[in-house]
């Protein structure tokens, strides 16, 4: 009787692993998702839009030798003439925001420096405050 049942067993694991793996040997995967991506929308072309011209290209901080807050940095020009920028450096300091604008004249594909000073203590700055570099 032993022989009969082994064989069943046999026959009953050999049956099991043919149906486990059917669904894993099936087929291969397929690609999901459009073959093309969607056309654009009319009248919009999807081109890359152009970078500005000019950029603030750095920033920083530090402090003044009177201990005030010193805000400073570059700004840069891509475009083939010469650019005027105006650099908007915003402090936040609690719940006071201290703004100052400076004017510079940037040559074609040059950077030029800006610089501004506020009344605001670096070491307070340091501890509590924010910063925000923009162009206007």
Not at 73 to 82: I, S
């Amino acid at each position: 009787m032993e022989p009969p049942r082994a064989s069943t067993r046999r026959s009953l694991l050999g049956a099991l692993l043919v149906g486990l793996s059917s669904g894993c040997l099936g087929s291969p995967p397929s690609a999901t998702g459009p073959r093309r991506p969607p056309a654009p929308p009319e009248g919009q072309p999807r081109d890359t839009p152009a970078q500005p011209d000019l950029y603030v290209s750095t920033f920083d901080y530090e402090a003044t030798d009177g201990g005030n807050l010193r805000v400073f940095g570059e700004v840069g020009n891509r475009g083939g003439v010469e650019r005027v920028a105006t650099v908007r450096v915003r402090v936040r300091m609690s719940d006071e925001t201290y703004t100052q604008d400076r004017s510079v004249t940037v040559s074609a594909g040059g950077t030029a420096e800006f610089s501004t000073t506020f009344e605001v203590s670096a070491e307070a700055f340091e501890r509590a405050g924010g910063l925000d570099v923009t162009l206007v």
